[in-house]
């Protein structure tokens, strides 16, 4: 039987080594939650646990059927820690799940302020660089391709608490972002995006620029894990420096 960890730190040895911010959110009770499964001495010893936050599940210790198959409704992406782990997302979703790859960049990057303040500086007079308020959380939150720079947290109240995010706006309307997707004791993961017919103009790096160095203000670390090269190469026109690549899998209901 699955159950939800409230004893986060029992799990913390199973993900040692593992530098991902939002296994980080799990584990400090910060955002996301932690699912294990009963073992053979009767819960005394934790093998496997999952953790879960937003779109994402990471799969720790012994491979478990019934962890991956604790899936919440909808698209998921997984993230096996074995090739183990892998295997067994691939027998539980056979051919629904899609293997990807994503791209880690180092957790310890040392920003040059000057060069993401001149970035900024660089947008053009027509739009305007906002930080994320409860008028625009609703804006975020009402069009699919800004949704996810808000929807990590459980509501608007949490966001604008917990939060920390900015958008540019043209004529009053949201056409970039860039948001913490999560949150940990000592950070934020990034979230960027660009409405589609605003892109490559630049909007994206501007929100980041602006998004790092309010981070660096407050001392928390922006945390970025790139989806595509596309991603990675923006990460890397800001300062960040590759770490690694690591296999995930993406996993839709089709129902």
């Given at each position: 039987?699955?159950?939800?960890?409230?004893?986060?730190?029992?799990?913390?040895?199973?993900?040692?080594?593992?530098?991902?911010?939002?296994?980080?959110?799990c584990l400090q009770k910060?955002?996301?939650?932690?699912?294990?499964?009963?073992?053979s001495l009767g819960g005394?010893?934790?093998?496997?646990?999952?953790?879960?936050?937003?779109?994402?599940?990471?799969?720790?210790?012994?491979?478990?059927?019934?962890?991956?198959?604790?899936?919440?409704?909808?698209?998921?992406?997984?993230?096996?820690?074995?090739?183990?782990?892998?295997?067994?997302?691939?027998?539980?979703?056979?051919?629904?799940?899609?293997?990807?790859?994503?791209?880690?960049?180092?957790?310890?990057?040392?920003?040059?302020?000057?060069?993401?303040?001149?970035?900024?500086?660089?947008?053009?007079?027509?739009?305007?660089?906002?930080?994320i308020d409860e008028e625009?959380?609703?804006?975020?939150?009402?069009?699919?391709?800004?949704?996810?720079?808000?929807?990590?947290?459980?509501?608007?109240?949490?966001?604008?608490?917990?939060?920390?995010?900015?958008?540019?706006?043209?004529?009053?309307?949201?056409?970039?972002?860039?948001?913490?997707?999560?949150?940990?004791?000592?950070?934020?993961?990034?979230?960027?995006?660009?409405?589609?017919?605003?892109?490559?103009?630049?909007?994206?790096?501007?929100?980041?620029?602006?998004?790092?160095?309010?981070?660096?203000?407050?001392?928390?670390?922006?945390?970025?894990?790139?989806?595509?090269?596309?991603?990675?190469?923006?990460?890397?026109?800001?300062?960040?420096?590759?770490?690694?690549?690591?296999?995930?899998?993406?996993?839709?209901?089709?129902?």
């Amino acid at each position: 039987m699955v159950y939800e960890l409230t004893e986060t730190d029992r799990a913390a040895k199973l993900f040692e080594g593992w530098e991902e911010t939002i296994i980080y959110s799990c584990l400090q009770k910060v955002m996301g939650k932690l699912y294990a499964a009963e073992d053979s001495l009767g819960g005394k010893c934790l093998e496997s646990a999952a953790a879960c936050l937003g779109d994402f599940m990471f799969f720790a210790g012994k491979p478990c059927k019934e962890l991956v198959m604790r899936k919440p409704d909808g698209y998921v992406i997984m993230v096996p820690q074995t090739e183990e782990w892998a295997s067994v997302i691939k027998d539980c979703f056979l051919g629904t799940a899609r293997q990807i790859t994503r791209y880690a960049m180092r957790k310890d990057t040392v920003f040059h302020e000057e060069r993401l303040k001149r970035m900024i500086k660089e947008l053009p007079r027509e739009y305007r660089l906002q930080p994320i308020d409860e008028e625009l959380y609703d804006q975020c939150i009402a069009y699919e391709w800004s949704r996810d720079l808000v929807s990590g947290f459980e509501s608007k109240a949490a966001y604008m608490k917990y939060g920390l995010g900015v958008v540019i706006t043209k004529n009053g309307e949201i056409v970039s972002g860039a948001s913490s997707y999560s949150i940990y004791r000592d950070g934020i993961e990034i979230e960027v995006d660009t409405r589609e017919d605003e892109r490559r103009k630049s909007l994206a790096a501007v929100c980041c620029a602006e998004l790092i160095l309010e981070c660096l203000k407050r001392k928390l670390y922006p945390s970025w894990d790139a989806h595509t090269l596309w991603s990675v190469h923006l990460a890397e026109k800001l300062g960040y420096e590759f770490s690694h690549e690591y296999i995930a899998y993406e996993v839709v209901d089709y129902d």
